[in-house]
């Protein structure tokens, strides 16, 4: 498009891409617009296979920024991300979440390159939580704001956040589900692991506040060993690369209906958790997927960045003690047996969040472009 907008998107992980994936081909139609991909939890080979899994195009820009400590990957992020910025010079960068790939929003400020930050506002009030740090770091620099509702703008202006760079746009991964449904209905992964609907559980563990912590390891497996002999039915547990390093060292024993899987692909675990007698999970989406789709599921967290499902009673946060879990698991389990429903917060509901973000950031990098050009010419 002639004399379009040059905005660049910098994400490193696969939970960034899931919601950045309506969004990324309307940016691709209206703006000149480069993808980064720093590969900051995979190999960079295996990056590419992500966005294919999405149907979406390859990135611009695949960089390779793992490392053995974490100041080193830090480094790596700023250092190869600051090159692609000065290359390309874009006039806007787009960036989601928390990530340790979102803090090459320290380089884009430095270079007066305006930073839209999408799911800002996210605060879980707890530092043991790595990425409660990133948050704060990046919302604070960034020039807008883009927070999925309410809570999360109110944290923002109570932080001191001027208002007028706030603009609250709704979660984006309704859209990304609503998309992605018909695929995820035809998937087969039921008859391939032989389950039956709500006949199993589905668990998933990988935060490194819960898992480096071997004590909230056990009691977690020896919740799910325990639940597993209660209602007679597996338990899927999806085995992050965290998590199996975390429990080999433990020597931590897992029951007969204890099932450890590999991570599954998204349209596979979307299905599996549809159809689950109920969920357990300490993912920080799981209050979205579950009332969205509109499956059972406890959080297994002592903190949570997304409150809005616990204003509508739609999921239980546990903690780590067996009789917590366990009682939380039977009030799901009997809900689903009485056909309760699950409600779906507002900021939940938007359908059309890919809009609300390629409008705003077309008009206020817009302007932000040519009031710099007004103001320094």
Do not use: W
């Not at 530092?127 to 948050?135: H, L, S």
């Amino acid at each position: 498009m002639k004399n379009a907008l040059k905005i660049m998107t910098v994400m490193g992980t696969r939970p960034e891409i899931i919601r950045l994936s309506c969004i990324l081909p309307k940016m691709d139609e209206y703006f000149e617009h480069i993808i980064v991909f720093t590969s900051q939890s995979y190999d960079k080979e295996l990056s590419t296979v992500f966005f294919e899994d999405f149907k979406l195009r390859k990135p611009d820009y695949v960089l390779s920024v793992k490392a053995d400590t974490l100041g080193g990957q830090l480094a790596n992020i700023l250092t190869q991300t600051e090159e692609v910025m000065l290359k390309e010079k874009p006039d806007g960068l787009l960036v989601l979440g928390d990530t340790n790939s979102a803090l090459c929003t320290i380089i884009a400020k430095r270079l007066k390159i305006p930073i839209f930050h999408m799911e800002a506002g996210n605060r879980s009030f707890d530092d043991n939580v790595p990425e409660e740090i990133n948050r704060r770091i990046i919302d604070h620099i960034s020039d807008f704001n883009l927070p999925y509702g309410e809570h999360s703008r109110r944290y923002l202006i109570r932080e001191g956040v001027h208002p007028g760079s706030i603009y609250t746009t709704g979660s984006p991964l309704n859209e990304v589900l609503t998309k992605f449904k018909p695929d995820i209905e035809a998937s087969g992964i039921l008859e391939e692991l032989k389950l039956k609907e709500s006949e199993y559980f589905v668990v998933s563990t990988h935060r490194e506040e819960n898992v480096d912590n071997p004590d909230n390891l056990r009691e977690l497996f020896a919740s799910i060993n325990s639940i597993t002999e209660e209602y007679g039915f597996p338990a899927i547990v999806t085995l992050h690369p965290r998590t199996k390093v975390r429990l080999e060292a433990a020597d931590i024993q897992v029951g007969s209906k204890v099932v450890l899987h590999e991570p599954f692909g998204f349209l596979d675990y979307n299905k599996l958790q549809m159809n689950a007698l109920c969920v357990l999970s300490d993912s920080g989406t799981i209050q979205e997927e579950s009332t969205i789709m509109g499956f059972r599921a406890v959080q297994i967290r002592v903190s949570s960045e997304r409150p809005e499902a616990f204003d509508t009673g739609s999921i239980i946060l546990t903690g780590f003690n067996r009789d917590s879990i366990a009682r939380a698991v039977a009030l799901t389990v009997d809900e689903a047996k009485s056909g309760e429903r699950v409600d779906i917060p507002e900021t939940y509901r938007p359908t059309n969040v890919s809009s609300r973000v390629v409008k705003l950031i077309m008009g206020l990098a817009n302007i932000r472009k040519n009031h710099n050009k007004q103001k320094y010419n």
